[in-house]
């Protein structure tokens, strides 16, 4: 693994300790918060599975289509993640800090098998392992 990898995952964690600590602190564990967790941790376990598959897949087809795997993800996954928030406000039946807390936990965890499988695609293809 490259020094640039390592100093990646290393953020990346650090980044969800922080995460999990803010969680910890913001969100209320009544019924709404709650359900913003569940709601959270569905979504982020979806977009975990799910960018795994697609992101190897793109990977296989080369860079420029992984880049452009990796830019329409992001954009989905924001706009998925803004227009519940919104709903989630007007409703007033999901906790929308605790939701956002939550998916960004995962969406981190996303974010670091990301940088694994392209350090591994990038070792394939020059030889290492």
Known sequence: MTRTTTAGLFAVGGFI????????AFIELDAEGL???AVGTGLGLVNLLVGYVITR????????????????GFLARLSVVVV?????????????????????VFFFVYMGVEVLLVERSLGATRGGA
């Not at 300790?17 to 910890?24: K, N, R, T």
């Not at 860079?63 to 830019?71: D, E, G, H, V």
């Not at 409703?91 to 960004?104: H, I, K, Q």
């Open 17 to 24: 300790v922080l995460l999990v600590a803010a969680s910890a």
């Open 84 to 104: 519940l928030m919104i709903a989630f406000q007007r409703t007033g039946s999901v906790d929308p800090v605790a939701f956002a807390l939550t998916f960004m």
């Open 35 to 37: 359900r913003g967790t």
């Open 57 to 72: 897949r793109a990977l296989r087809a080369g860079m420029k289509s992984a880049m452009r795997t990796f830019l329409t």
